[in-house]
């Protein structure tokens, strides 16, 4: 009985210590140089589709923001933090509005629940072109219930609609629970690491990927950065 | 029996016949200049193929009526029978209509098919990928970029695979959704599949192509009333074929200008 109680109380110091002392990487992605300039989407074919958008909506391959910086990266603990297995229990939703994937990128944990939905009036053929994982496509009409998936590997995968081709996006399926997509002027930010010293990257669809180490001693919030060179073409 | 069943086959004939004689569903309205020779060729194969279909429905009728009744031993058992004649009279009937209507329909086909464009023929080419159409224009240069296949990607829109880094004559390419042309001006289409086979027609402009992966099949037309009409694939290319079809706007000179413009700055 004292044994239970003491293990109980060592447990409940060791998971309190590590959200006490537990450490934050946050920062901004940049680019230098001049990114290729969106195109603007022409869904005449779908007018239901179309009409949603007074203004064309445009490619989302580079999406940059005020102060050259870069949305929808992919910035993960990719070394040093252990894989915790925990697997969030909230589904990752995946959207498909306006003839078009919303988030346009996705990120979700090895196993966490995917739910795509169809919220237009006309058919979609979701096909993630996965190469590690299972690949799959599948139709979805307009008014049927979610698809619900899952995958298993660690991998980056393109994501395109059958039906509409320019429809395009990306899941990224991380063997970890320390990710985010940079957003709102290229900000992202990962809490709740234990101190220890990690490898952060940063994945852009275009662009690639960059690493960063840093070192977390404590409750601390450590500044990292990423800058991207962009493409003009 | 047999003759109610000789009735009834002449009755469904004339009913059939008569919505096409009274021109119940009329040909859209034709916008092309060479429309009017394919139209004139559909009333000479419906006209002809009409009557041939009358007759034959008339003569089995009459046989019906008159032989039905006949004694087990009179009747045929082994084809021909005593119709020799009659049969191969009937094989070389069939074959000169259709040999017929081929030589007349030469001169439609080849208004199309073996005329060159003219000289100042505008080029576009028309790219049919599952489930969708695009065009390019050549810019003002005149000239296409090179296609590169591998570079081909819909997330960027670099819908042909153009290489504009690297291709000067890819720079200024336009790339569009729909369709726009001048009126009154010949139009090249240059067609360009990217995976399997698929059609371009437009029923007001007389024209069905089929797209052919690795074949640049090419067609020419002058279309000849501002408009919009719609481009639809009419060769089923998969699951989303239901849905494969784009707009061709017809447009003033001036307007077509202002739409490349447009295109061109976007």
């Given at each position: 009985?004292?044994?239970?109680?003491?293990?109980?109380?060592i447990?409940?110091l060791?998971?309190?210590?590590?959200?006490?002392f537990a450490g934050?990487v946050?920062g901004?992605?940049?680019?230098?140089?001049?990114?290729a300039?969106?195109?603007?989407?022409?869904?005449?074919?779908?007018?239901t589709?179309?009409?949603?958008?007074?203004?064309?909506?445009?490619?989302?391959?580079?999406v940059t923001?005020?102060?050259?910086?870069?949305?929808?990266?992919?910035v993960?603990?990719?070394?040093?933090?252990?894989?915790?297995?925990?697997?969030?229990?909230?589904?990752v939703t995946y959207?498909?509005k306006?003839c078009?994937?919303?988030?346009?990128?996705?990120?979700?944990?090895?196993n966490?629940?995917?739910?795509?939905?169809?919220?237009?009036?006309?058919?979609?053929?979701?096909?993630?072109?996965?190469?590690?994982?299972?690949?799959?496509?599948?139709?979805?009409?307009?008014?049927?219930?979610?698809?619900?998936?899952?995958y298993?590997?660690?991998?980056?995968i393109p994501?395109?609609c059958n039906?509409?081709?320019?429809?395009?996006g990306?899941?990224?399926?991380l063997?970890?629970?320390?990710?985010?997509?940079?957003?709102?002027?290229?900000?992202?930010?990962?809490?709740?690491?234990?101190?220890?010293?990690?490898?952060?990257?940063?994945?852009?669809?275009?662009?690639?990927?960059?690493?960063?180490?840093?070192?977390i001693?404590?409750?601390?919030?450590?500044?990292?950065?990423f800058?991207?060179?962009?493409?003009?073409? | 029996?047999a003759?109610l069943?000789?009735?009834?086959?002449?009755?469904?004939?004339?009913?059939?016949?008569?919505?096409?004689?009274?021109?119940?569903?009329?040909?859209?309205?034709?916008?092309?200049?060479?429309?009017?020779?394919?139209?004139?060729?559909?009333s000479e194969?419906?006209?002809?193929?009409?009557?041939?279909?009358?007759?034959?429905?008339?003569?089995?009728?009459?046989f019906i009526?008159?032989f039905?009744?006949?004694?087990?031993e009179?009747?045929?058992?082994?084809f021909?029978?005593?119709?020799?004649?009659?049969?191969?009279?009937?094989?070389?009937?069939?074959?000169?209509e259709?040999?017929?209507?081929?030589?007349?329909?030469?001169?439609?086909?080849?208004?199309?098919?073996?005329?060159?464009p003219?000289?100042?023929?505008m080029?576009i080419?028309?790219?049919?990928?599952?489930f969708?159409?695009?065009?390019?224009?050549?810019?003002?240069?005149?000239?296409?970029?090179?296609?590169?296949?591998?570079?081909v990607?819909?997330?960027?829109?670099?819908?042909?695979?153009?290489?504009?880094e690297?291709d000067?004559?890819?720079?200024?390419?336009?790339?569009?959704?729909?369709?726009?042309i001048?009126v009154?001006?010949?139009?090249?289409?240059?067609?360009?599949?990217?995976?399997?086979?698929?059609s371009?027609?437009?029923?007001e402009?007389?024209?069905q192509?089929d797209?052919?992966?690795?074949?640049?099949?090419?067609?020419?037309?002058t279309?000849?009333?501002?408009?919009?009409?719609e481009?639809?694939c009419?060769q089923?290319c998969?699951?989303?074929?239901?849905?494969?079809?784009?707009?061709?706007?017809?447009?003033s000179?001036?307007?077509?200008?202002?739409?490349?413009?447009?295109?061109?700055?976007?």
């Open positions: 009985m004292r044994t239970n109680k003491a293990m109980l109380l447990s409940t060791l998971v309190g210590s590590s959200f006490m934050t946050s901004k992605v940049t680019y230098t140089g001049t990114p300039k969106p195109k603007p989407i022409d869904m005449s074919k779908e007018p589709c179309a009409k949603q958008h007074p203004t064309p909506i445009t490619t989302e391959t580079v923001d005020a102060g050259n910086t870069l949305d929808n990266v992919v993960y603990v990719s070394s040093g933090a252990p894989d915790d297995g925990q697997v969030p229990a909230q589904a959207d498909q306006g078009q994937y919303i988030p346009h990128v996705a990120a979700m944990h090895v966490q629940e995917l739910k795509i939905a169809n919220d237009d009036q006309t058919s979609h053929n979701i096909h993630p072109l996965a190469k590690v994982n299972q690949e799959w496509n599948k139709s979805q009409p307009p008014g049927t219930p979610p698809i619900v998936q899952k298993e590997k660690e991998e980056f994501v395109k039906i509409h081709p320019w429809m395009h990306y899941f990224a399926v063997k970890t629970s320390h990710f985010d997509v940079s957003k709102g002027g290229g900000e992202f930010k990962l809490p709740n690491l234990p101190a220890g010293k990690y490898t952060i990257t940063a994945w852009q669809e275009d662009y690639g990927t960059q690493t960063a180490d840093v070192t001693t404590g409750n601390e919030t450590k500044e990292v950065n800058t991207f060179k962009a493409k003009a073409y | 029996m003759k069943l000789a009735v009834t086959i002449v009755v469904i004939a004339i009913l059939s016949a008569i919505p096409i004689l009274r021109h119940t569903w009329v040909a859209p309205e034709d916008i092309s200049t060479h429309g009017a020779l394919i139209d004139e060729q559909m194969t419906m006209a002809e193929a009409g009557i041939s279909f009358l007759a034959a429905q008339f003569v089995l009728a009459f009526w008159k039905s009744n006949r004694p087990a009179a009747k045929i058992t082994k021909p029978g005593g119709a020799k004649g009659l049969v191969i009279a009937a094989i070389l009937v069939v074959g000169l259709v040999m017929a209507l081929g030589i007349f329909g030469v001169k439609a086909w080849a208004n199309v098919y073996l005329v060159p003219g000289a100042d023929a080029p080419q028309v790219q049919a990928g599952q969708a159409f695009y065009f390019r224009y050549p810019g003002p240069d005149k000239k296409f970029g090179t296609i590169h296949p591998e570079m990607n819909e997330g960027t829109q670099n819908i042909f695979g153009l290489d504009p690297h000067v004559d890819a720079r200024d390419d336009v790339v569009a959704a729909e369709m726009a001048p009154n001006k010949e139009v090249h289409l240059l067609m360009h599949a990217k995976d399997v086979g698929h371009f027609y437009v029923r402009l007389r024209v192509q797209f052919v992966p690795g074949l640049d099949v090419t067609l020419h037309f279309a000849t009333k501002v408009g919009k009409y481009i639809v009419t089923l998969g699951l989303g074929h239901y849905n494969m079809k784009a707009y061709l706007e017809v447009m000179q001036a307007d077509y200008d202002n739409w490349l413009k447009q295109q061109a700055g976007q």
